[in-house]
């Protein structure tokens, strides 16, 4: 378990980088908006979305390393070529090289299926968002960095040269996707379930909560950059994004430790409310990063009463398809983040950004609480005779 956890820190690590770092180059570099920035964003996140089922489905049937040579082998293509690329073979490449990126989340839930008894998975996955958090306080800050220091083109070659190396990683360690048991039937025969006797109401209400709280987080990471890029402090960016990593870390060991929670409805209910109040500051760089904490503590917890809520959704059949569908939902809710914000902070101020990835994210979980609701009302219902 220790040794694949720490691969899948590493292969995370490039991910985490992508998002600010092409904001950087196409904004800077190529001299576009924050919302065609976006549109490249959302095109890579909408690829992953698209094919990670598929690639869990994969997995599933044939391994882990058949689809981590493919997915190696094109995100490192694709971000070495990246910073080369005009914006508008940069916009067409992204999704297919989005949808071919390495699915270093969906792995790493997978292998704590597989290696995790089912009355540890609640802490071990407060652990893995914890681990995350890590990476999201190592990645951007390197990007920025690298961006800010020497050229946004050094920035993403890096990165595709760290998708390669985590990709040799994953091949030569090939942590275990199921368990002892699983393992001894083949994955071939299995008989895997129908899609609609474990995707109905109560799944997708899990679903568009997961993407509503990945709206904000996206939102509010792009707002946050906006608003120092504005007041002229775009170096402190890595810094406030490690303050926020930071305060998810904490957030996230408590509700490892903690016997009871509060539901993933509730934890991000309460991440969306907690990121408007950053619209009214500005500067110093500081100040917003201290206000931005608040919200942050419940990032890691609603991500990990995610997985949680999921793998008990999920029969153990479909385990790679579950967590496929899961990472969809995620990426959904960043494909979507990147562009209205952005839209939203260009036609306004940059402070407007953390209202709209708020609000868009309250508009998600009512929509995911009028499912749930709808689902319980039809459990209680009398049955005809």
Known sequence: MATSTLVAVLARLPMTATGVTLTLHVVGTLGHGYGAAGLVGTATTAGTALAAPLLGRTIDRYGLRPVVVACGAVSTTFWIAAPHLPYTVLLVAALPAGALLIPAGPIARQVIAALVPVRQRRTAYSLDSILVELTFMTGPALGILVSTQVSSTAALTGIGLLFGACAGALYVVNPPVRTPDEAGRPARGAVRPPLTSWLGRRMIATLLVATGALFVLVGAELAALATLRGSGEVGWTGVVIAVMCLASLVGGIVHGVARRSASQLTLMVTLAALTVPAALVAQPWWLLALVLVPSNLVCAPTLAATTERVSQLAPPAVRGEAMGVQDSATRLGLALGSPVVGFVMD??????????????????????????????????APQPA
Do not use: K
């Open 347 to 380: 036609h306004t101020s940059p402070g407007m950004g953390f209202v709209a990835a708020g609000v868009g994210g309250l508009a998600f979980a009512a929509a995911g609480a009028a499912l749930s609701r709808r689902t319980t009302s039809d459990e209680i």
